[in-house]
């Protein structure tokens, strides 16, 4: 099949280098404009830019798919189907109608639960035990196109979001790839999602990660770990923000929610059931560094708490 890949982020490397491996004719990709970063906010192409242009394919960067030149690109292109991976815009009806077999979704949960934005950090924040990958027809409501297909990952007691988006990514790519090879085949159709164990995944904002000394040590835990790397937990101390990587959890440690025991190698840190210990941590205006280097050099008072 002709196939258009959109893609934006690192995230979506796997599957544009699988589909371009594969028996499928990857003639062209979409993704979002080149973006302001750093401190000298200058232009940067997205990672899956980068990889098409590396790998010598047209690519198409609308402001957004509603554009009429960018709908009128993608006719002209002819494509049987549209395969997409993080992309991170809304598609407009007029473009959906487009490809022949319509545009296939690589999604990062068992749907339907978790439909939109954050699932792999909404999974790793409520618990899950279990989570995986789904490739679905796009339709108009948010994820809830007919499945294709779907595989399953265990979530390891201390993963990140980053550590499992990463095997879910490399997973993904092959089910993404598989089922575009059953549908060049005819050999399978999409499945209605269930209407039971719906839930929601928003984007998990800067506030969302601001980490809470008086929830239970396994929910500071998971808060952390889904927060990892982005958007990056956080907490205060002396006012200012402190980033902070994933922490250990030590069980019962007499302490007060947000409070510090610092000795010559670790740093405890209360929550509202016991304490974790400080992985890294991350200063305003400085580099990420060990939790008992931060301490030693900014010389905690008895008494002293995280906020």
Not at 122 to 146: K, N
Request: proline content about 8%; aromatic content about 4%.
């Amino acid at each position: 099949m002709r196939v258009v890949f959109a893609g934006t982020p690192d995230t979506a490397l796997p599957s544009l280098r699988a589909i371009a491996d594969s028996s499928h004719d990857l003639i062209a990709v979409v993704t979002r404009p080149d973006a302001r970063q750093g401190r000298g906010r200058t232009l940067h192409p997205s990672p899956v830019k980068e990889a098409a242009l590396e790998l010598g394919l047209p690519v198409l960067t609308p402001e957004h798919p509603r554009d009429e030149d960018f709908q009128a690109e993608l006719r002209a292109l002819a494509p049987d189907v549209c395969a997409v991976v993080a992309y991170g815009a809304l598609l407009p009806p007029s473009a959906l109608e487009i490809p022949v077999h319509g545009w296939i979704n690589l999604h990062f949960s068992l749907l339907p639960a978790w439909r939109g934005a954050a699932p792999v950090q909404h999974a790793i924040l409520a618990g899950d035990e279990i989570t995986g990958a789904s490739t679905f027809l796009i339709e108009r409501g948010l994820d809830t196109g007919p499945v294709f297909g779907t595989m399953t990952e265990r979530i390891q007691p201390r993963d990140t979001s980053g550590s499992l988006l990463g095997r879910l990514a490399e997973g993904g790519a092959e089910l993404l790839v598989a089922t575009l090879d059953a549908i060049a085949q005819g050999s399978v159709s999409g499945v209605p999602q269930a209407q039971d164990g719906v839930s929601h995944a928003p984007k998990m904002e800067a506030a969302d990660a601001q980490v809470r000394w008086a929830d239970p040590t396994f929910a500071v835990d998971r808060r952390v770990r889904a927060c990892t790397p982005a958007p990056g937990a956080w907490t205060t101390f002396r006012d200012s923000r402190l980033g902070i990587g994933p922490v250990e959890p030590v069980g019962e440690a007499g302490m007060a929610p947000g409070e510090l025991a610092v000795s010559k190698r670790e740093v405890l840190v209360g929550t509202g059931s016991g304490a974790v210990r400080l992985g890294m941590v991350r200063p305003v205006g400085k580099k990420e560094m060990p939790a008992a280097d931060w301490a030693r050099g900014v010389r905690i008072e008895h008494g002293e708490r995280l906020q």
